[in-house]
């Protein structure tokens, strides 16, 4: 039997997919890489924006053909396409043989089971991901409690509910097994972790117990909230060697009335108080965020001050988005999309030429430096790996350096990436 996973969306959808390809093989089917080969088809799906959410309609569609075509073929759909109401999908799309919502393996276990596939042996929720490469992603939390007007997430996730800490250590051990050698923990909200549990777990603990594990190297962390960021988690990163010195901390705007319309419950001073806080912590963390530009209502004046926010924060990289209207969020249904689209266009490629600049002269100051990558490959005749900040080095040499952490002399800059030569001792 054969099965085929598509994926679209955040890491999150990644990992999930990841895990559930792991559990097929498990029980010994075959993955396919054309859809029409697969006798069991998931789709793995992602509605954050409205364009995402078309392009999930449009899948289902072609696959209606398939299954016409082949009838024999099972269908399941998970990831934020779908909602609690399981009876309008089915009612919707007939054609597909089960739904269920992100992170819900039992369901799919049960599903497994009443289709008779495989050799049905142990458990989804410890499947090994199948690693494809030295870096494994790991959920430790699913869902999320803010609710910024913009986001269906809270909506098609649900609330936050974390793993517990001795799941995610053992998931861990065994990606650290099989060849890992950085993990990267993810959740909508992945610095809320461990709220839920009421047991005194938090990140910051679940960090140290990983920072132990054997064979792994590095340990990074997303997406997080700025009002998460304790002064508490912030020392851990410090203090502990595998934790990476980079992080993303989302600002979304620089202006405090479109903070406020967006439910981020945090002030321009406040985000940039703890990045101040951060940088004194940690001398060299690197920092990215990401920007909504085009926000309902945002005038010149408040789009200023995301840009004036940008010059000065001077983040390592800068995720930047123009708002598209996202149906059933609070700013659709509350907030008329009255920034014009060049508008917002106009506005994105300034924040874009902006930050370049910045990066440019953040990465030049590297040159000559000696910095420490874990070598994830080779791309033509150049090996290629990141920093302990996430920058991306390249640099050539004739040994096999895949998996290990080398010292890298810094030669040459560019916004995107480092060029460099191996060190010499």
């Known amino acids: 039997m054969k099965y085929h996973v598509w994926t679209m969306g955040c890491q999150m959808n990644k990992a999930e997919s990841s895990r559930l390809a792991g559990y097929l093989a498990s029980l010994g089917l075959e993955n396919v890489k054309d859809i029409k080969d697969a006798d069991i088809l998931i789709l793995n799906t992602c509605v954050v924006r409205q364009n995402a959410e078309d392009k999930v309609n449009g899948m289902l569609g072609y696959l209606k053909g398939i299954k016409q075509a082949k009838p024999e073929m099972r269908i399941a759909v998970t990831g934020c396409f779908v909602t609690d109401d399981l009876s309008a999908l089915s009612k919707s799309f007939p054609y597909v043989n089960h739904f269920f919502k992100p992170g819900e393996s039992r369901s799919f276990e049960e599903w497994l089971l009443s289709e008779s596939v495989g050799n049905l042996h142990g458990n989804i929720g410890m499947a090994l991901q199948s690693v494809s490469s030295l870096s494994v992603y790991i959920p430790i939390i699913q869902g999320c409690n803010n609710f910024c007007s913009y986001c269906i997430v809270p909506y098609r996730r649900g609330r936050e509910q974390s793993r517990t800490a001795e799941d995610v250590v053992t998931e861990a051990q065994k990606a650290a097994v099989a060849g890992a050698r950085e993990i990267i923990l993810l959740g909508q909200n992945v610095n809320s972790y461990g709220k839920d549990l009421g047991n005194g777990t938090d990140l910051s603990g679940l960090l140290a117990l990983l920072n132990q594990l054997e064979g792994l190297l590095r340990i990074r962390f997303l997406t997080n909230h700025p009002r998460d960021m304790s002064p508490d988690l912030i020392s851990s990163i410090a ?9 993303c901390v989302p600002l979304q705007a620089g202006d405090d009335l ?11 001073q406040d985000f940039r108080a703890l990045i101040r806080q951060t940088r004194q912590m940690i001398p060299d963390i690197a920092l990215s965020t ?3 530009v085009g926000f309902p209502g945002e005038s010149e004046d408040q789009f200023e001050n995301t840009f004036k926010a940008i010059e000065e924060l001077r983040f390592d990289a ?13 700013a659709s249904e509350h907030y008329p999309d009255d920034v014009p689209y060049e508008v917002k266009i106009q506005r994105l490629r300034r924040v874009e030429n902006l930050q370049k600049g910045i990066l440019t002269e953040i990465n030049r100051q590297l040159i000559g430096k000696t910095l420490e990558i874990l070598v994830e490959g080779k791309k033509g005749s150049k090996w290629y790996g990141r920093t302990y ?8 040499g004739s040994q096999d350096y895949s998996g290990k952490l080398v010292s890298i002399l810094i030669e040459s800059a560019s916004p995107w990436s480092l060029q460099g030569i191996p060190a010499t001792v």
Not at 320 to 326: F, G, K, L, Q
Request: with cysteine; hydrophobic share 40%.
């Open 258 to 268: 479109i903070l406020k319309a967006m439910h981020r419950h945090y002030t321009y």
């Open 318 to 330: 800068v995720h930047i988005a123009a708002y598209s209207t996202r149906t059933q969020t609070y």
């Open 389 to 396: 900040s996430d920058k991306v080095v390249f640099f050539t």
């Open 239 to 247: 203090s502990l060697d595998k934790v990476c010195h980079h992080f």
């Open 290 to 292: 990401d920007i909504i």
